[in-house]
Structures are given as C-alpha cells and as structure tokens.
C-alpha cells in the first residue's frame, strides 16, 4: 500500500493538505507533535509524538511508515520567531529556526528515501522569505536564512533523487491565515492547499528542483 506523509498536520497548512488528499482518497499518514480535534476528525492516521527535530521524532515517523511505500512525502512543520531585529538577535531561536526548518526535513527525506519509489514525489513547504532576490525588506534573521538553507537542500535533493526516479518540489505557500503568522494572512489554509497541490501534481523529473508560489509563479532563488 502506498500512503502520503505529511508532517506538521495537525494545524495551519499541514491539517488543510491532509483533508485535501483525504478527500482524493489518500491514505494519509499526518504526523505532528500532538494531534488536534480537528486532524482526529478526518480520519486519517495519526502519529503524534513526531518532533522532526529529534532523533526520536524521525525514529517514530520511520515506525510508522514501516515498509509500505510513500508516494508523496510533504516536509510542511516549520517554526517563525517573530522578533529578531538587528541589535535583538537571539543566536538560540536563529539555531532553532535551523533545526526545524532546513535539517529537519532533510533528516526526513533522508530517513524516508528508501520508502520512495520511481515517480514518488518530495514537497518541501518553504517561503519567499527564503529567496535573496526577494528580500526587499531585511531582518526577520533565522527564518530567512532557515529556509534558504532548505531551498538549497530542496535542490541538492532534486539532484540526488532524479537517478531514483524521485521529484521535488520547493513550494511557497502565500501569505496563508495561521497560528504561525498569527492570522495575519492573505489566503486561508485551504486555498493554499489546493495551489500547493496543483503545483505538485505538475510537478515532473523535468521540472525537479524548482521553486514555485503556489500560485504557479516561479520565483527567485
């Protein structure tokens, strides 16, 4: 059996993906830190206890993966510290910001790689934040640089992955109404969902390695 995997599922971006593919008829495996009523009621399987920073984290999402195949691995759990203005800097939070959001779903494609099969597909959740042709308005020091650093992994990965048969996408969400933003977003979570979906159902090993708005925009490195 094949499934789709989904990290950070429980809120935001990651639980509005889950019900989308849910309702294509996926088997989804949603793993997050703790559940929420919300990931529970749609009846997907739920693995709790998945902190994509720790070793043990990516041991249980291994578990439970176990030997079935993964057709679409989402690396969406990610973190945003707010404050970090020049001057301000919390060298602690930058390195968390790292952990989460670029190792973390390297170690996660990594610990996964032998689940992928030929035409599997790896998303990687970014942010325009990320881009140094984008970056217009500076600070904001640790989730910049994170997810920079996970654009590059993005694209070692579409390297790497190809000769497998294996496609990555780098995807920017929008500007998307979560806890994470505290609400102060452009869309709401579904409609990101649907363009993130549409940008990875087009994605082929000819396009592998690309980053897109999920408008469909290619946007900057």
Same mark, same amino acid.
């Given at each position: 059996?094949?499934?789709?995997?989904?990290?950070?599922?429980?809120?935001?971006?990651?639980?509005? /993906?889950?019900?989308?593919?849910?309702?294509?008829?996926?088997?989804?495996? +949603?793993?997050?830190?703790?559940?929420?009523?919300? *990931?529970?009621?749609?009846?997907?399987?739920?693995?709790?206890?998945?902190?994509?920073?720790?070793?043990?984290?990516?041991?249980?999402?291994?578990?439970?993966?176990?030997?079935?195949?993964?057709?679409?691995?989402?690396?969406?759990?990610?973190?945003?510290?707010?404050?970090?203005?020049?001057?301000?800097?919390?060298?602690?939070?930058?390195?968390?910001?790292?952990?989460?959001?670029?190792?973390?779903?390297?170690?996660?494609?990594?610990?996964?790689?032998? +689940?992928?099969?030929?035409?599997?597909?790896? +998303?990687?959740?970014?942010?325009?934040?990320?881009?140094?042709?984008?970056?217009?308005?500076?600070?904001?020091?640790?989730?910049?640089?994170?997810?920079?650093?996970?654009?590059?992994?993005?694209?070692? /990965?579409?390297?790497?992955?190809?000769?497998?048969?294996?496609?990555?996408?780098? *995807?920017?969400?929008?500007?998307?109404?979560?806890?994470?933003?505290?609400?102060?977003?452009?869309?709401?979570?579904?409609?990101?969902?649907?363009? *993130?979906?549409?940008?990875?159902?087009?994605?082929?090993?000819?396009?592998?390695?690309?980053?897109?708005?999920?408008?469909?925009?290619? *946007?900057?490195?």
């Amino acid at each position: 059996m094949s499934i789709t995997v989904i990290t950070g599922a429980n809120r935001g971006i990651g639980l509005a /993906l889950a019900a989308a593919l849910k309702q294509r008829g996926h088997t989804v495996v +949603a793993t997050c830190r703790e559940s929420s009523p919300e *990931l529970e009621a749609l009846g997907v399987e739920v693995v709790t206890g998945v902190d994509v920073a720790t070793d043990q984290g990516i041991a249980a999402l291994r578990a439970a993966v176990g030997d079935r195949a993964v057709d679409l691995l989402v690396n969406n759990a990610g973190i945003l510290i707010w404050d970090e203005p020049l001057g301000k800097l919390d060298a602690d939070g930058i390195r968390r910001q790292f952990e989460v959001n670029a190792l973390a779903p390297l170690r996660v494609t990594e610990a996964l790689r032998g +689940a992928l099969r030929r035409g599997s597909k790896v +998303a990687l959740i970014t942010s325009r934040m990320g881009s140094i042709g984008d970056n217009s308005s500076g600070g904001g020091y640790g989730y910049r640089m994170s997810k920079a650093a996970l654009n590059m992994a993005g694209k070692s /990965l579409a390297v790497d992955l190809a000769p497998d048969g294996v496609a990555v996408a780098i *995807l920017h969400p929008g500007m998307v109404k979560t806890r994470m933003v505290q609400g102060h977003g452009q869309i709401e979570p579904e409609v990101a969902a649907a363009g *993130l979906l549409a940008r990875i159902d087009e994605l082929t090993l000819e396009t592998t390695g690309g980053f897109w708005h999920q408008n469909g925009e290619r *946007l900057p490195w």
